[in-house]
């Protein structure tokens, strides 16, 4: 895999740190009557510095002008000024600490939900149930939640004294040396005799390997072959190509998991599938909303595409390109350009469309007409999928919770459920099929 695709923004928090251009070759490649165009804009300047009503900035018209010129092609370019770059980079580089622990406020404490078994704060003795009082020895009673741990955000290898409260120990001060750390990557437990995952984000390099260390324990608790899995999609965001795609490789034995596509066919970089999966004929379910996007459609697409999964939910955010960061030559900033496209193994492009359930079910009751989602499409100059068939959800298929459904109960996780546990999996997985 190529740099520029490991650091895809919108796959991926990072900064590409690509090498620059020679200026004087891209001249040559500018026909003649875009510098007589670009003479206007130069023009234009020129009255606005000496007729507007008010003084004006000259800097800030021209970063205005390229951010509109830059708007016209798609909502995720842009350019990004020189002093909010460098600001990227260095907090691209930097490395804050935390304590590895998951909190609530409760009753004026910081309560602990989970400690992190590597992280930190576990290594120190606190754990779930624990309660933190004081921070360098500075009450966090009365506080809010946000100005509770402010104290304990800070910068990696420094120490921090806190007052932690426990139910078997009392009260203790503890010195926790704050580490470079990193959140849950997924939620799991059994549901209904059936195992469950969450994955919230795939922005966490060790998603694949603490999602084999779930399933593992899953299999520990249920039994192996596991008698079906949930894969809960619905409002993640993406995050890593490299983990969607080796997390896709835990379910399929090798194979493309995805295409990824640019202007030139030299641009095109195909990604597979390790041989071997992890839970081999084990019926699986992916749940996805309008606000699964990215990394989180790769996973969905690539196992609905290879017939291994059946989708649930409602059709997906349509996050189907890839942006590069390219430094402007002397310092002055940076381009956010859309250079590429993603494809499912199929060949379909995401853009715009999303992945569409083979199971359409809501989450809410019946209004009585198809609510309109906010999703790729939604958004101005939007990339336009160059596949015009209709990929509408269709308000008649989608199956809606029932009047006397729970309020407090998930409508579509218990679809999944009732799904893998009846004859309706193989019916929508061998709908597929007759769709390819």
Known sequence: MSL??????????????????????????IDPPSYDRMQILADVLAIVES?????????????????????????????????????????????????????????????????????????????????????????????????????????????????????????RDLTVVRQKVRGRAIRHRVEDGLGYVLIESFNNTKLTDDLTKAINELKAELGDPLPGLIIDLRGNRGGLLTQSVSVSGLFLDGGEVLSVRGRQDVDTERYHAEDGELLPGTPIVVLVSPG?????????????????????????????????????PGKRGALRLTTQKYYTPSGKSIQGRGIMPDFLVSAFDDTGELRRRFREDSLPNALINIDASEYEEDYDAVTFPPETFPETEDFQL????????????????????DLD
Request: charged share 20%; proline share 4%.
């Open 414 to 433: 218990k679809t999944a459920v009732d799904v893998l546990k009846s004859s309706q999996y193989q019916t929508l997985l061998d709908a597929q099929s």
């Open 292 to 328: 699964s996007a990215s990394a989180a459609e790769i996973l969905a697409g690539a196992l609905q595409d290879r017939g291994r999964a059946v989708v649930v939910g409602r059709r997906s955010f349509g996050k189907g390109s890839v942006q590069s960061v390219i430094p402007m």
């Open 51 to 171: 007729d507007y009503v008010e003084p004006v900035e000259t800097q800030a018209l021209i970063e205005g002008a390229l951010q509109g010129a830059l708007a016209k092609l798609d909502p995720h370019s842009g350019y990004v000024p020189p002093v909010a770059f460098t600001e990227q980079v260095k907090a691209a580089r930097r490395e804050y600490g935390g304590l590895g622990i998951e909190v609530t406020m409760e009753e004026g404490m910081i309560k602990i939900n989970y400690a992190l078994e590597d992280g930190p704060a576990f290594q120190a003795g606190i754990r779930s149930g624990d309660f933190i009082t004081a921070v360098e020895g500075e009450s966090i009673v009365g506080k809010n939640l946000d100005e509770a741990v402010e104290g304990i955000r800070g910068l990696a290898g420094d120490p921090v004294i806190v007052t932690v409260m426990s139910p078997e120990t009392g009260t």
């Open 4 to 29: 520029k695709h490991g650091f895809a923004a919108g796959l991926c928090a990072a900064v590409f740190l690509g090498a620059s251009w020679s200026m004087a070759n891209e001249r040559d490649k």
